[in-house]
């Protein structure tokens, strides 16, 4: 008898199971245009240096169709008004991606392969719940040796998804290696049934939080969007790991493995590098080929701010001065806690650094980005080092600044600095010329050209009404 209870509540279980799979793909067939917004959470980005995670505020547009072709737009705002927006679009032959904004990639394409296309797109996937639903219908089985309700499937890279059920039998959830999601909050929105939230987590740590998400199916014309603008080809190869000199004993790195540039100024006694990115073993390479150059050992390192990427191979330079911005040194030992070098000094107001014949300015800026920013200025070269205030690419327009570019002049004008270069951790070099031209095209800060809503604001976000791409 028990049995046969059994068997008829699991019967019970998966025909509630089998209708909400049914119910959520049919309409997603063709494809699914999706719009998503929320928040994700970045370790070593904040604003405070006090707080170890960020709170990024993030939009995605996707449309995935049927027959694997795909488009990714996504924006991330992080401290200071900072935006990231890239596009991408893929099929299953790869895929291809450019940065919106032009800050960080310039004009750069970047082209990656079949494997690493049909991953991402495994992974978007991931967000849309109807797609798994359809997934789970056509190849989904009970995971092997287990009773628990839960159906397993390989996705298109051959890796194993898990859907779980809710006691109603609704979809709550979701795995993918060390991945997993939460679907939450369902409700029906025009005839879809979606969640009103996507929870991912990264073992036990919560990256990403949508909590506005619509979708619509696809329908034709769709197609359109997925286009990149003219004008983007591939990268130019870095070149070895070497010192570009920007006047007489002022240098940056370029060629570095990830990309980042360590500038320095050699004096008589020794040298003063600002940042250490991003890593240590990278951080050992860079201090190798910059004392070969100089000749001398570093003596100070100037952090412009505590984000990770920053300061991560400070422990490669462990007998040097450390020099941070007021309230920056908790973050530091935060970090890098037993490998932080043991001499570290808050600058809290402007100084003058002799490094033998030669002194450089020191200029703290509390900055929208990091409130713990300092600025370096070498007189005898003009150089003015700084991290994440004002960005130029490697190659390609100037682009439209940020209101940190607003602060960068404001510094410069106050302690009138006679600058010839500015060297930044990212993209090449620029002058004063191109800082005014960025700041001059600052866009709104809220202008988020449609990513979050391009779907399913035809309106406003439709092909033809996307001129809103640059800033
Ligand atoms: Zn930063």
């Known amino acids: 008898m028990v049995n046969a209870f059994l068997l008829v509540a699991l019967a019970a279980t998966a025909s509630a199971r089998s209708d909400t799979l049914s119910g959520l793909c049919s309409p997603a067939r063709e494809g699914v245009a999706v719009d998503l917004t929320g928040t994700s959470y970045r370790p070593e980005q904040s604003y405070a240096p006090a707080e170890t995670v960020a709170e990024v505020d993030a939009r995605q547009s996707m449309l995935l169709l049927a027959d694997g072709r795909f488009l990714l737009r996504t924006s991330s705002l992080y401290p200071g008004d900072i935006e990231f927006r890239f596009r991408t679009v893929g099929d299953r032959t790869g895929e291809s991606t450019i940065d919106e904004l032009g800050w960080r990639e310039g004009d750069v394409l970047q082209r990656d392969d079949a494997a690493t296309s049909a991953r991402d797109l495994a992974e978007l996937r991931m967000l849309v719940p109807a797609l798994l639903a359809c997934d789970a219908l056509e190849r989904g089985a009970p995971r092997t ?10 996705d298109g890279a051959g890796r194993e998804v898990t859907l779980t059920f809710g006691a109603d039998g609704e979809l709550a959830g979701a795995r993918l290696g060390e991945t997993s999601y939460r679907y939450e909050n369902w409700h029906v929105r025009e005839g879809q049934r979606l969640p009103g939230r996507i929870v991912v987590l990264r073992g036990s740590r919560e990256t990403t939080r949508w909590t506005r998400i619509h979708a619509r199916p696809a329908r034709p014309g769709d197609e359109a969007l997925l286009s990149l603008p003219e004008g983007y080809r591939a990268a130019d190869p870095a070149g070895p790991l070497r010192a570009t000199t920007l006047g007489e004993g002022a240098y940056r790195i370029d060629g570095a493995p990830s990309g980042y540039h360590t500038g320095f100024v050699v004096g008589e006694r020794g040298v003063m590098l600002f940042d250490a990115p991003v890593d240590v073993e990278e951080a050992r390479q860079v201090r190798a080929r910059i004392e070969a150059i100089a000749g001398r050992p570093v003596t100070h390192v100037v952090i412009s701010h505590v984000h990770g990427d920053h300061v991560a191979g400070l422990p490669a330079y462990r ?10 040194a908790a973050a530091l030992r935060r970090q890098l806690d037993e490998s932080l070098p043991s001499r570290v000094r808050e ?13 450089v300015r020191i200029l703290p800026l509390a900055s929208a980005h990091s409130p713990t920013m300092l600025v370096g200025f070498d007189a005898r070269s003009g150089t003015l080092f700084q991290g994440d205030l004002f960005y130029i690419p490697e190659r390609g327009a100037v682009p439209a600044g940020f209101a940190t570019g607003r602060e960068l002049i404001a510094l410069i004008d106050a302690a009138s600095l006679p600058v010839h270069a500015i060297v930044g951790v990212h993209g090449r070099t620029g002058t004063p010329r191109d800082l005014h031209d960025a700041v001059a095209r600052i866009a709104n800060p809220a202008d988020r050209g449609c990513v979050g809503e391009q779907m399913t604001r035809p309106d406003r976000c439709a092909p033809g009404a996307q001129s809103n791409t640059t800033r």
């Open 145 to 154: 040796g287990v009773d628990d309700g839960a159906l397993a499937f390989k």
């Open 347 to 359: 600058v809290d107001t402007g100084e003058e650094v002799d490094l033998g014949g030669r002194r």
């Open 319 to 328: 007998d040097a001065e450390v020099l941070v911005g007021a309230g920056g």
